[in-house]
Nanobody, 126 residues
Framework: QVQLVESGGGLVQPGGSLRLSCAAS????????IGWFRQAPGKEREGVSC????????YYADSVKGRFTISRDNAKNTVYLQMNSLNPEDTAVYYC???????????????????WGQGTQVTVSS
């Protein structure tokens, strides 16, 4: 059974950092594209970052480029999202998602992910 579990969310002050984890079970992570998404109250879900299965290339939304870093630890079957210089606009529920068919640059096809985690809340506030 394919399962993704996010962790690492919480309350942080503006300018602070958090590292989110997405632990996978039931499949081998390096064969799947993994994406991080977020949804703020009253807003549509947006793709934040993804990492390709085939070549490990990474992609970022303009809103987080230079502040967030996605990485993958195949030994732990876990993908991370390191978030630095957080601001209140980053407040949202963050989800990770996986799909075996989104190879290469297709990991940015945000609407095509098949498997989803339950989400973790990130709140940036003073």
């Amino acid at each position: 059974q394919v399962q993704l579990v996010e962790s690492g969310g919480g309350l942080v002050q503006p300018g602070g950092s958090l590292r989110l984890s997405c632990a996978a079970s039931g499949f081998t992570l390096d064969y799947y594209a993994i994406g991080w998404f977020r949804q703020a109250p009253g807003k549509e879900r947006e793709g934040v970052s993804c990492i390709s299965s085939s070549d490990g290339n990474t992609y970022y939304a303009d809103s987080v480029k230079g502040r967030f870093t996605i990485s993958r630890d195949n030994a732990k079957n876990t993908v991370y999202l390191q978030m630095n210089s957080l601001n209140p606009e980053d407040t949202a529920v963050y989800y990770c998602a996986g799909d075996p068919g989104l190879t290469g640059g297709a990991c940015v096809y945000w609407n095509d992910y098949e498997y989803w985690g339950q989400g973790t809340q990130v709140t940036v506030s003073s």
